[in-house]
């Protein structure tokens, strides 16, 4: 199972634009890449996901270069409400009981 | 839509007894699981089940138990707690096939075994 690789802390700003990267060097050709979101209090909520190239959603956009070792996160313009902790998983519905949740990116919004 | 139902919220134990906490999906989602946060530790799976009537163990089952009693319940029990199994319990569940398979968590219960 392909282990991932991602910063512990960042520090951003409100209005800023913020990327967190996810190294995962061993990825599966049949592996998806998922990020979660946490609140302190709650349980994760799936952001986004994605196979190659670029996602984007309401929410956020993912890139994922053609060699698929890593992947981005963008957060556009964040505001205090994205201060959160956000996970990178890599893996499919096949072995999805196997992921492994590290202890993701704490970020931090401020004023 | 409710989504993942999880009760109780909160919860105070003294070691020794048991209790079940519930967890309950409208989504018609296959698959369902138990997972545990403790600080500065990932989430760390308990048990999980596959499909209805199918459970199997996680990285973390010891002094647990669950049953999936149909396709939208599937509770956790503690037999005997221990003081080790403080800790915020997550139910989550997912279609089970296909790309788009994330996650869909509860809210959560916050055990405490005093």
């Known amino acids: 199972l392909a282990k991932t690789t991602q910063p512990i802390s960042m520090d951003s700003y409100e209005g800023q634009e913020v990327n967190i990267t996810c190294s995962h060097n061993?990825?599966?050709?049949?592996?998806?890449i998922t990020w979660y979101q946490q609140f302190p209090s709650q349980g994760p909520r799936f952001i986004i996901q994605?196979?190659?190239?670029?996602v984007t959603n309401e929410v956020a956009s993912l890139f994922i270069p053609a060699d698929r070792k890593s992947s981005t996160l963008s957060l556009p313009r964040v505001s205090l409400s994205d201060t959160a902790v956000y996970y990178c998983l890599v893996g499919n519905a096949g072995n999805n009981r196997k992921l492994i949740w590290g202890l993701g990116t704490s970020l931090a919004v401020n004023p | 839509n409710a989504g993942v139902t999880q009760t109780p919220k909160f919860q105070v134990l003294k070691t020794g007894q048991s209790m079940t906490l519930q967890c309950a999906q409208d989504m018609n989602h296959n698959s369902m699981y138990w997972y545990r946060q403790d600080p500065g530790m990932g989430l760390r799976l308990i048990y999980y089940?596959?499909?209805?009537?199918?459970?199997d163990k996680g990285e973390v089952p010891n002094g647990y138990n669950v049953s999936r009693l149909n396709k939208r319940e599937f509770s956790l029990r503690l037999e005997s707690a221990a003081p080790s199994q403080t800790s915020v319990y997550f139910c989550a569940s997912e279609r089970g096939a296909g790309p788009n398979y994330g996650y869909t968590f509860g809210s959560g219960t916050r055990l405490t075994v005093v």
């Open positions: 994605g196979y190659k190239t670029k």
């Open positions: 061993n990825i599966a050709t049949n592996d998806y």
């Open positions: 089940s596959a499909s209805e009537g199918t459970t």
